[in-house]
């Protein structure tokens, strides 16, 4: 055997097993890397050589036999040994939970048509809001317009008026579309900047914005808006409250909302939405809930997608595993792992 | 060596491929989040370069919904990707795009007539629709000209488009890579926890006019204290309060404390011993003696511990160099006396003609005194005076200061042992106290910065109340309210063309630096802004300039001054994407306006403005609400 192909056999190990080999060959191998490790491995003399490939050797039946049991597993996958002493601790008995590709396309289809049924989560949102506010903070996704609509409708059975505030002009000509469908169009009016369609209709949307002016206007006395009969306040996506630019808006919208009106805050998940419904429990007189889930309605899986085309699964698990530990499917790592070789490769070139 | 690779992997999957593959495994409809709006507008490209039609009796169908779209906007029948989209059942939806072809790409998705939506990952919150799956690309997103990585919330914002809730029973995530993607960065926006939400408060101008016209000042510090960002900074300012309790629990081993060495007794001790008032230097005048040597001039009438007198001359003492006067009293003797005993110096002056030597004035003048302080009013107006605190005491330096060591000890270097640790110590103490005094006040700080600049500008009365120009200006709400509301003051705006006013609006509103090609400006526009942008410079100061281009104000300008021009011809006299042009038009529309409400007292600008609106909804800008 060349040292040329020593040295490239030497390369495909990892550098673990490298210091395995290098133990009692070379003084003080463990303050090594792996180049300067082979550099090392390849200065000892020849008759060396040979028994570092018989080592290595040793080892190689049983890569074969995982890369048997398991045919998907590439050739140029690391041979992962069985000897304790080099197993990676990592990821003990990860080739036993792996799902398959079809494991992960399994049950794709649409349901059958159920009759239509809130959640608990939804419900409970709905009475608390009777008593004072609500903040809700779930996937996207997952029935927050229900929320609003049946809190409108609520509202507005007891002669109230509602504003709904959405943080960009388009959502909110998506929900008007919506709400005339579901409310009628004279009892569903828009306000923007320039124009006012329907001003008295007891269900106003508008942008965060407008809302905030007209509790300027409310507050300086020039009031041209029946704040007194406010009864409910909704601002969708209220996770603008980050936003560099807009966030104070929906900040000022909060702190002047008037004291009979209940705010119902809708927003995708957020990492503190405790620390939000604090804050408006601190300013506000009424009681204010948090109704916050992880729970997605419509489970969501995760797949990669190499470009010649081969479908894998993301994880190791079939759905994503949110918030606890997670790995990468093997096969995803090896063919991720080879597209960056390759890219950044080529891009030497 | 060379290397001979067998096959280069290309950096991409291809678009026609990609939605080949998602339809082969079943998991169209499908979003695919790219970079760039190119990037999306190209993908639809190679569709057409791959021609691979649907079936006929889908495109049927995509046909029909448009139709529907088409009646309500008929702006979406011009659109250039209208047979692509009807053609392949792909289509692209970012900002580059009217607000109509949004709503129509929108309308098929929920009809499920495409199989796949290019959208830019940079406007998720605006993809508005569910798919059943969410194709990602990239783990950075190009934010102001810089890459920056997605954030948790971000992407999990992105997926969470995935699965249709009663249309699907499963939703996918699909990861294809692409140069620079960071699996980890995704694979961490998909397990993990968004990120926390921070406030973003800030405080502008229309801000505080507007909580100044209907609140005091104390019930603004109040809302103030009320808003999320002050929520926050307290909590910060608990956390630190408690730190600072800590260090001063570790502090007090070095706190205050007898001084049992006797190098420093004894060193005090004659401290206190040299330290006797100087006999013969000249003396000082306390603060009550200064306050009353201008008044006391000759011909002043003043309280005496014992009756009233006249000053006829000051002067001072040979030895301790103190102020005295010369006195004539009431019982008509001339008397000498120290300032120091003057009780009461009357608003009353006496006629005098000064002398240089006794008794200080011509013998005639004080023969008339001498009658005239017989004959004073018995009550007379005095002056009020600043009273005699008697705090006279020596001044000694602390021996025990709670610096530690003592700063000019002589027996420092015993004590020194601990010094490093204490020095370290009371330097946080200093710090934290600092901070937190600083996070405490931040926002009512800034607040009255603001006021200050307000009350500078004449918006704002030293009381805090809204002036004439004050009750105008605050129903100017925009970004840069302060630029705007000096224009209309330095009327700059009166007599003005609609066309100019919503240029110079126009430039005042948009707010990227993208370059591009732009219709031609006329010479008056190029002269307004000029003077606009002076008057911008000169407010740098107070707040952001406005980019103020004027190629910008242009494409504003044009769109006024030619109401024949329709809004294809429009959008082609400019590089601008189209969506760009709609946003910016519908923005400055917002402003026009807020000038427009200036009614009561500005008729003639809000005439004008009104002129400008009327000119400026027309065609696909009056399509929406």
Known sequence: ?349 | MLVVKPQVMPPVIHPVDLVQTLRHKRLTPAIVFLTSRRACDEAIDSFEHRNVPLPAHRSRTIAQVLDHVIRLYPSVAQHPLLPTVQRYGVAAHHAGHLPSWKIAVEELMRHGCLDAVFATTTLAAGVDFPARTVVITQSSVRKARDLTELTVSEIQQLSGRGGRRGKDLVGFVVVTPSPYIDLHVITRGLTGNPEPIHSQFVISYPMVLNLLKAHTLDHIKSILEKSFAQFQLNQQATALEEKLETVEAQLAAFGPRPCADWITQWHWFNLAQTHRRPRHAICQDAPPILARLPFLTPGRVVGLPKGRGVVLRRYRSRSQHRAMLTVLNTQERIIECPVAQVTEIYDHTLNIEPARVFPWCTPKSLQRLMREVRELPQHLQGFPLPEDTGNDSVMLPEPLTDEFPCPMCPSQPACRKDYTKAWRLRQEHQQLTKTIHAIRSQLWHRFQQHVEVLQQFGYLTATCQLTADGEWARLIRINHSLLLTELIRMDAFTGIEPALLVGVLASIAHEDDRPGIFPRRSPALASVLGQVRTVAHSLASYEDPPLLRSDVAALGELWISQPSLSWGEFVRTTTMAEGDVYRLLARTLEYVSQLHNLKATHPGLADIADQAMQLMRRDVLQELP
């Not at chain 1, 570092?52 to 040793?58: E, F």
């Not at chain 1, 792992?337 to 950044?344: F, G, I, K, N, Q």
């Open chain 1, 1 to 349: 055997m060349r040292t040329d192909d020593l040295k490239q056999l030497l390369h495909e190990q990892p550098v673990k097993r490298l210091h395995w080999l290098a133990k009692g060959r070379i003084h003080r191998h463990f303050r090594l890397g792996k180049a300067r490790l082979i550099q090392a491995l390849l200065a000892l003399p020849p008759e060396q050589h040979h028994q570092i490939l018989d080592d290595l050797s040793r080892l190689r039946p049983s890569t074969q036999r995982t890369a048997t049991r398991h045919p998907s597993q590439g050739s140029r996958a690391h041979p992962r040994s069985e000897t304790p002493r080099l197993a990676t601790p990592s990821h003990p008995d990860q080739r036993e939970s792996c799902v398959t590709v079809a494991d992960l396309l399994e049950g794709i289809g649409v349901p059958p048509p159920q009759p239509f049924h809130p959640d608990a989560w939804q419900e409970e949102a709905i009475t608390r809001l009777r008593e004072g506010d609500v903040i809700v903070s779930v996937p996207t996704g997952s029935g927050k317009t229900y929320v609003a609509i049946e809190a409108a409708r609520q509202a507005m059975a007891v002669d109230r008026t509602v504003i709904y505030t959405s943080p960009l002009k388009a959502l909110s000509n998506t929900k008007l579309t919506e709400f005339v469908q579901l409310f009628g169009a004279d009892r569903v009016g828009i306000l923007t900047g320039e124009r006012r369609h329907n001003p008295h209709a007891p269900l106003l949307i508008m942008t965060t914005e407008i809302l905030r002016n007209l509790l300027y206007d409310a507050a300086g006395g020039e009031i041209d808006m029946r704040l007194d009969t406010l009864g409910l306040v909704i601002l969708d996506e209220s996770q603008y409250l980050a936003d560099p630019e807009r966030g104070v808006v929906w900040e000022e919208t909060i702190i002047l909302c008037p004291t009979q009106a209940r705010l119902l805050l809708l927003s995708a998940s957020i990492g503190n939405p405790e620390e939000i419904a604090e804050w408006i429990r601190h300013i506000r007189a009424v009681p204010c809930t948090l109704i916050q889930h992880h729970h997605r309605s419509v489970p969501l899986r995760a797949g990669y997608l190499h470009p010649s085309g081969k479908l894998t699964p993301l994880f190791t698990t079939r759905d994503i595993p949110r918030g606890q530990p997670h790995a990468l499917h093997p096969e995803t790592r090896r063919l991720f792992a080879e597209y960056e070789r390759e890219t950044l490769g080529s891009r030497g070139h």
